[in-house]
């Protein structure tokens, strides 16, 4: 049985993939840390949780042994957006938090995730199926963030035999967190508002293409590779994932067939545009898939008919 330390617990990825952790391992098997403690969370109630500042090592050390996990999940860091308005901060806590991390599961000897990116990827990427080893030369602090992140966690494993493992996510999309400073988060935005408003103005120009997955298929793509035989895997860092490869006017459009007097304008950001055009238009997931048993079940229709039924009973709960 596992017992999981997963740090940024409250944040996009986190407060989903607790939850499911914990209906697939046990509450109490699940402890969750966050820098800080949001009581109207119910993650915070259903199961062990801890305050914790991911760059400080001495206290993150101290409560993995405490709690005496066998698996660090690592999620705690600044997004794409955010990460380029403070890039200095970015820097600290992503990759101060990362080897802090790192630290405690190489003297915990514990199994560790963390997540990459698409954002690794630059514009000298090659744009149209991605493969998995290609050239990455990000122009954002973000992409150099989890670049460093994916050398880091396989020098981990090479010098200390340790058993990391990570995926290269694109845009995340979930009615459970608000979107939260990253440049695909206009794909989840667009949904509240089209319940709200009926309308949405995007900052990401049309006929932008890039990789997005719903975040069910997410949380089961973790789950899978943290289950998977490690003898099989030849890559066990940062492997491509993906859904679907969308833009603003095919999300739209996907909308519009449950809302048809939805409208969409659009208000360039020329920060998150020029994020967004050096990232690649559609990634292979072919090494996921063969390594592993990568499947996803979510389409953009499947998913948009799931994203507003599942909002508009969030959105109506609140106003109750």
Not at 93 to 116: D, H, I, W
Not at 142 to 167: I, M, P, W
Not at 210 to 223: E, G, N, T, V
Request: aromatic share 10%.
């Amino acid at each position: 049985m596992k017992k999981i330390f997963v740090t940024g617990a409250l944040g996009q990825i986190g407060s989903e993939l607790v939850t499911k952790l914990r209906d697939v391992y046990g509450a109490d098997q699940v402890i969750a840390t966050d820098i800080r403690k949001n009581e109207e969370n119910e993650i915070v109630h259903a199961g062990p949780f801890e305050v914790l500042d991911v760059t400080d090592g001495k206290r993150m050390f101290e409560l993995a042994k405490a709690y005496q996990v066998d698996t660090i999940m690592h999620l705690a860091a600044l997004l794409s957006a955010t990460a380029e308005a403070k890039p200095l901060l970015a820097w600290n806590l992503n990759m101060g938090g990362l080897v802090n991390a790192l630290e405690t599961a190489r003297e915990l000897n514990c199994q560790f995730f963390t997540p990459s990116s698409i954002g690794a990827f630059g514009p000298s990427t090659p744009k149209n199926g991605t493969p998995q080893d290609t050239i990455q030369r990000p122009t954002t602090m973000y992409g150099v963030n989890k670049v460093s992140g994916e050398l880091l966690c396989d020098y981990y494993f090479q010098k200390f035999g340790l058993d990391t493992r990570g995926l290269r996510f694109p845009g995340l999309i979930s009615y459970v967190a608000p979107p939260g400073g990253g440049t695909t988060d206009y794909a989840v935005d667009i949904y509240y508002k089209a319940i709200q408003e009926g309308a949405y103005t995007s900052y990401i120009a049309p006929g932008t293409y890039m990789d997005m997955m719903y975040m069910p298929d997410a949380l089961q793509a973790i789950i899978a590779l943290m289950e998977a035989d490690g003898s099989r895997l030849k890559h066990r860092n940062a492997f491509n994932v993906t859904a679907m490869s969308t833009e603003p006017e095919q999300v739209a459009a996907a909308i519009r067939k449950h809302i048809p007097e939805f409208k969409l304008a659009y208000q360039v950001d020329p920060v998150r545009q020029a994020i967004a055009d050096s990232w690649p238009n559609s990634i292979d997931a072919t090494c996921a898939k063969e390594e592993w048993g990568f499947t996803y079940q979510y389409d953009l229709e499947k998913m948009t008919a799931d994203m507003l039924a599942k909002l508009r009973g969030k959105l109506l709960q609140k106003v109750g």
